[in-house]
C-alpha cells in the first residue's frame, strides 16, 4: 500500500481505515492533487477489497486518473461529490464482474472474482451505511 500496510489495518481495524481514508479522498478532492487522490484511492481498494496493489492501482487509472468525463475536483457540493464517490465505487464494481481485456486490468481467476466482488459489496455496505451508525 502506498500509505499504509496490513500491520496499520490491523491495529486501527478495518472499519476505522476505511473511514479515514475515504474521509481523505473526500478532502483530498477540494485540496489535495490528482496524484494523492488516487494513492488514498488505491488504498482504499487494496484494503477495502483485500486485492493486490497492481489491480487497485488499474482501477484507480481506469475509473480516477484517466475518465476524462468525471471531474470530481471540480464539484464543490458535498453531496454531489460523496454521490460522485459512490459513482466511481459502481464503476470499479463492474470493471471486476465484467473486465475489458483491453482495460488493462490484470487477469482475475472466477474464484477470485467472487471474493472480489463479496468485498466490494460489503465496503459499499459499509460507506453507505456504515458510517452513518
Known sequence: MYE?????????????????????IFVGYR??????????????MQAGLGCSQD???KLVRMEVMFRLD???????????????????????????????PDAGLPPIPPGERAGLLAAHARLCRFLRDGMDS
Open 4 to 24: 499504509s500496510d496490513l500491520q496499520d489495518i490491523a491495529e486501527i481495524g478495518w472499519d476505522r481505515f476505511i473511514t479515514e481514508v475515504w474521509e481523505s
Open 31 to 44: 485540496i489535495s492533487g490528482i496524484r494523492t487522490i488516487c494513492r488514498r484511492w488505491s488504498d482504499l
Open 55 to 57: 489491480l487497485a492501482d
Open 70 to 100: 468525471r471531474d470530481l475536483m471540480a464539484i464543490r457540493d458535498p453531496n454531489e461529490l460523496l454521490a460522485a464517490m459512490h459513482e466511481v465505487l459502481a464503476d470499479m464494481r463492474a470493471d471486476l464482474a465484467d473486465p475489458d
